[in-house]
């Protein structure tokens, strides 16, 4: 909230009067105007600069704003007022996502102001932003001032709330949601918030109804849509989930999050078509996420698999090439892009072009330790090998996989390298090791 103030009395007076006025009826390139005037007569008049400051908020000219703001302080004279230059420059730059100076900005007020509860509230706010948990300690303790001087406060109680559920304090937190619903029972922030820390506690019914009351008192809210979307997805709710999301996006059309969610609940219940043009316009809401490629091109292999044509089926594969390529490009290090590269190859029956993107995934799955993919990597570039007829590589491949299998306790994929084995050992005439591999696989499927 933005604050003007008016100068002392003085021979500008009426003249700074005349810009307040024309701020309050929103003539803000008016007022802006006045303000530069006065200054223009007296460069020294602190107060008119906070005032021009205001002004180039309103008009989203944050870094005119800032340069204000700073000039009113420094010229001093504002007393507690500077105090309010100081919180308006924390809410600019935290609309610029520069947190430590918006933190340093809302300190700052606090410690000329000591009474100033939005700044505590504000400052308690951003600090839950931040990704440690001494921060959000701190925060606690920042939004419990902020109610010692406004016990009401409902976006304190919210933040206070939101503070309690990132240090894993579920029951803490939904106590502050609770109140901030006794003071005002429609506060939609408070229903949200309460359904995702239910969420994380995996309490998803409990989550949905606490949406499904949000989304009855805000019908347009997106972001009370959206979140009710994710919760009946993760309940398995997929249809009802989708037509969340589809209601979200009637008030937020480009929304990429709501967009890649709903294609994501399409290809769960295999609408692959609606799922690839929903995947389409999520990489158009946001062109950089490799994500949305990924899930793209996993959509045209899936759909692949439900062609009868045999020109359609290379079509949806080569489309599904393409696109992991695009993935790729973006994230070099995609291991699950090179992985599905790789067996999509393998579909086609191109086995020389699979090698390649599938020995990369093995390398970055290696310096990840994901050990369970190490071993399916393993399997599959033995299966590739059987395939070229290098019986040799395959075996040394899936014996590999095997090992780590087996110290996986993976018993599906230990029977699998098993099987492939059998078959690898007698097709290179070694019947010694063939009946080995048979022995160990029927004590494992006993």
Same mark, same amino acid.
């Given at each position: 909230?933005?604050?003007?103030?008016?100068?002392?009395?003085?021979?500008?007076?009426?003249?700074?009067?005349?810009?307040?006025?024309?701020?309050?009826?929103?003539? #803000?390139?008016?007022?802006?105007?006045?303000?530069?005037?006065?200054?223009?007569?007296?460069?020294?008049?602190?107060?008119?600069?906070?005032?021009?400051?205001?002004?180039?908020?309103?008009?989203?000219?944050?870094?005119? *704003?800032?340069?204000?703001?700073?000039?009113?302080?420094?010229?001093? $004279?504002?007393?507690?007022?500077?105090?309010?230059?100081?919180?308006?420059?924390?809410?600019?730059?935290?609309?610029?996502? &520069?947190?430590?100076?918006?933190?340093?900005?809302?300190?700052?007020?606090?410690?000329?102001?000591?009474?100033?509860?939005?700044?505590?509230?504000? /400052?308690?706010?951003?600090?839950?932003?931040?990704?440690?948990?001494?921060?959000?300690?701190? *925060?606690?303790?920042?939004?419990?001032?902020?109610?010692?001087?406004?016990?009401? &406060?409902?976006?304190?109680?919210?933040?206070?709330?939101?503070?309690?559920?990132?240090?894993?304090?579920? &029951?803490?937190?939904?106590?502050?949601?609770?109140?901030?619903?006794?003071?005002?029972?429609?506060?939609?922030?408070?229903?949200?918030? $309460?359904?995702?820390?239910?969420?994380?506690?995996?309490?998803?019914?409990?989550?949905?109804?606490?949406?499904?009351?949000?989304?009855?008192?805000?019908?347009?809210?997106?972001?009370?849509?959206?979140? /009710?979307?994710?919760?009946?997805?993760?309940?398995?709710?997929?249809?009802?989930?989708?037509?969340?999301?589809?209601?979200?996006?009637?008030?937020?059309?480009?929304? #990429?999050?709501?967009?890649?969610?709903?294609?994501?609940?399409?290809?769960?219940?295999?609408?692959?078509?609606?799922?690839?043009?929903?995947?389409?316009?999520?990489?158009?809401?946001?062109?950089?996420?490799?994500?949305?490629? #990924?899930?793209?091109?996993?959509?045209?292999?899936?759909?692949?698999?439900?062609?009868?044509?045999?020109?359609?089926?290379?079509?949806?594969?080569?489309?599904?090439?393409?696109?992991?390529?695009?993935?790729?490009?973006?994230?070099? &290090?995609?291991?699950?892009?090179?992985?599905?590269?790789?067996?999509?190859?393998?579909?086609?029956?191109?086995?020389?072009?699979?090698?390649?993107?599938?020995?990369?995934?093995?390398?970055?799955?290696?310096?990840?330790?994901?050990?369970?993919?190490?071993?399916?990597?393993?399997?599959?570039?033995?299966?590739?090998?059987? $395939?070229?007829?290098?019986?040799?590589?395959?075996?040394?491949?899936?014996?590999?996989?095997?090992?780590?299998?087996?110290?996986?306790?993976?018993?599906? /994929?230990?029977?699998?390298?098993?099987?492939?084995?059998?078959?690898?050992?007698?097709?290179?005439?070694?019947?010694?090791?063939?009946?080995?591999?048979?022995?160990? #696989?029927?004590?494992?499927?006993?």
């Amino acid at each position: 909230m933005i604050d003007y103030r008016p100068a002392p009395v003085d021979e500008n007076q009426s003249l700074l009067d005349k810009g307040i006025a024309l701020s309050h009826q929103k003539a #803000f390139d008016q007022a802006l105007v006045v303000f530069q005037k006065v200054v223009a007569i007296k460069p020294d008049f602190a107060v008119a600069h906070y005032n021009i400051g205001n002004t180039y908020t309103y008009l989203d000219k944050l870094d005119e *704003a800032i340069a204000s703001y700073h000039k009113a302080i420094q010229i001093g $004279g504002m007393d507690e007022d500077a105090a309010l230059a100081w919180y308006n420059l924390g809410n600019i730059y935290f609309h610029k996502a &520069d947190l430590p100076k918006s933190i340093n900005a809302y300190r700052t007020a606090i410690s000329i102001n000591p009474a100033l509860a939005m700044a505590y509230n504000n /400052l308690g706010s951003v600090l839950t932003e931040q990704p440690d948990k001494p921060s959000h300690r701190e *925060a606690i303790k920042v939004l419990e001032n902020a109610l010692k001087l406004k016990a009401d &406060d409902i976006d304190s109680l919210n933040n206070l709330g939101i503070a309690y559920a990132l240090l894993d304090k579920a &029951d803490k937190a939904m106590t502050f949601f609770n109140k901030a619903l006794k003071v005002n029972p429609r506060d939609t922030k408070a229903y949200i918030n $309460g359904a995702k820390t239910l969420s994380l506690k995996g309490q998803n019914n409990k989550a949905i109804a606490l949406l499904n009351k949000a989304v009855k008192i805000a019908p347009n809210d997106p972001i009370a849509h959206y979140n /009710l979307g994710c919760d009946l997805s993760k309940a398995g709710k997929y249809d009802q989930a989708i037509a969340a999301y589809l209601k979200t996006l009637q008030l937020q059309p480009d929304d #990429f999050n709501c967009l890649y969610n709903l294609a994501g609940d399409y290809l769960k219940t295999k609408n692959y078509a609606q799922a690839i043009e929903t995947y389409q316009k999520a990489i158009k809401a946001n062109p950089a996420h490799p994500s949305g490629y #990924f899930n793209l091109a996993h959509a045209f292999e899936q759909s692949a698999e439900r062609e009868r044509s045999p020109d359609a089926y290379r079509e949806q594969l080569n489309n599904a090439i393409n696109i992991y390529k695009k993935a790729i490009e973006i994230k070099p &290090d995609h291991s699950d892009a090179y992985y599905n590269l790789s067996n999509t190859y393998r579909k086609q029956g191109k086995l020389n072009e699979a090698i390649k993107p599938m020995e990369t995934a093995l390398l970055i799955y290696q310096k990840d330790r994901n050990h369970f993919k190490v071993a399916h990597c393993c399997f599959h570039l033995g299966g590739i090998y059987a $395939g070229m007829t290098q019986r040799k590589q395959a075996v040394q491949m899936h014996l590999r996989s095997l090992k780590i299998a087996k110290k996986l306790k993976n018993r599906g /994929l230990t029977a699998a390298n098993y099987s492939m084995l059998i078959g690898l050992y007698g097709q290179l005439n070694d019947t010694k090791k063939s009946r080995q591999m048979a022995k160990e #696989f029927l004590k494992l499927v006993k």
